[in-house]
């Protein structure tokens, strides 16, 4: 602001060579000085949000905005009356914003936003109007151009284009650039010609140029995002589900490849909808995920080398712990032992509970820890959840066995999948992550953080586990074999939980299916997630797992498994 304190001293000190030394002349002339000068905000082009191959997801797109100059407005009502059908604000707030004011200094309020967004052919109808003091510039407004696709990713922005959920809000910053500022000296403010008063060709005018935003490149997939949503949706609707997830991660990246989440909203009109509809599930919603965690078990114990593919263990029950009864959901004959691809196939909660035993509490609890559980995978949305694990000092003496089979422990679907990712990638968890990197407008590339990385288990466990998960497709009878994709070899586990509602057990049901393909050298993971009044994770989740993992293996042009699955004893 030099130039301007420069040019109002040079005009003080003309005043005072003209008119003496008159403290009230200065005043006056000083304050018609001010008076003439109009500042007007340059708003800064808004980033892009776009997916792994540039695909826009959202953008701002030409508007105008509409302002006032209180000061050249004789009757905000009668103004108002006319402005608020085309921008559809109410009357009201219309000639509040109108109405004159003094700034704290003293001078008067020369601008304000009456409407930011304003399509082009209504600014058009308000020029139509020529009300004196009302002026139209030019603006943006966000525009998502695939609806609802990915919607609870990307969020929404506010009427001043301020990131407000989601994406949007949490790079923030970096989309929304900075805003220019011009301020000019203009001639007669009291003209009364249905016009504001020009611009003084010779007077002062200083503009501080708007800097864009910077866009936002994602690591989601847009067509596989379609193909999921579309995969998911529908069939939860016809589940009666509350809600539900799905996520596709690269194996080999941890990259997120869709992310999706039921019901939805229309981010055209995202406060028509409740804030729960507008929830990424898959990141924020942590919830018991019973029996997916059994894979976490059996992985500790044989990275321990307390068991191997041909140990039995006891699986008749029940099995008292603390006073609390633990059964299999199909109670198998009095002296049973299975073996572990049988323990999971059948996802009996007694076979897991004598393989936890091996195990001890401290260990489950460092394996879950290194699996990422109880802790958030900074993927990059914002409100995520960190779940909740029991240190072993916490365990009440029911936990040995409700946690070993996935209760008594909160995580996400994304926590499960990131964990199962570890499995897939011969032993070794990436942190899974959402966005790629910012590019600004000059062009300069900022790559987002490198994943963490950390050694869960040797590759040659990881392969066993992965063996043993597959008998939970393919041996019959087993929890998941709807899961099952043509042409290719699939491992993963069912889950099935009562659903805790503030604080209690319900008769409805939280199901999943998290899995990998194909099994003998895996590309991607799916996990899927909903919550419904009543069925199993084989039946509601499996069968859209079996449609997400077909559609991302076929997408990628991934080879048909050429291995027949292991045969089991």
Known sequence: ???????????????????????????????????????????AARGSIVDRTGAVLARSVESRYVYADPELIDNPRVAADRLSPLLGVARSRLARLMAREKRPDGTSSRFAYLARGVGIPAARAVAGLGLAGIGIGRDERRDVPDGDLAANLIGFTGEDRTGLEGLEARYDEALRGQDGRLIYERGNPGVDDGRLAKEIPSGYHRLTRARPGATLHLTIDRDLQFQSQRALCPALAEADATFGAAVVLDVRTGEVLAQASCPGFDPAKPLLSEPAERADVASSVAAEPGSTHKAFVVAAALQEGLITAKTTVPASGPLVRGGTPFADEHPQPAGTRLTIPQVLAFSSNVGTIAVADRLGPQRIFEYQQRFGLGSVTREGMPGESAGRLLPPRQWSPSASGSVPIGTSVDATLLQMAAGYGAIANDGTYIAPRLVHSTVDAGGTVTLASPPETRRVLSPGVAAEVRRMLEAVVVLPGATGRRAAVPGYRVAGKTGTVDRLVDGQYTSANAVSFIGMAPAEAPRYVVAVSAAVPEGAGGDVAAPIFSDIMGLTLSRYRVPPSTTRPPAYE
Do not use: D, Y
Request: hydrophobic share 60%.
């Open 1 to 43: 602001m030099f130039a301007l304190a420069l040019f109002t001293a040079i005009g003080v000190r003309l005043v005072v060579l003209q008119v003496g030394q008159s403290p009230e002349a200065l005043g006056l002339l000083l304050a018609q000085q001010r008076s003439r000068l109009v500042e007007i905000e340059l708003p």
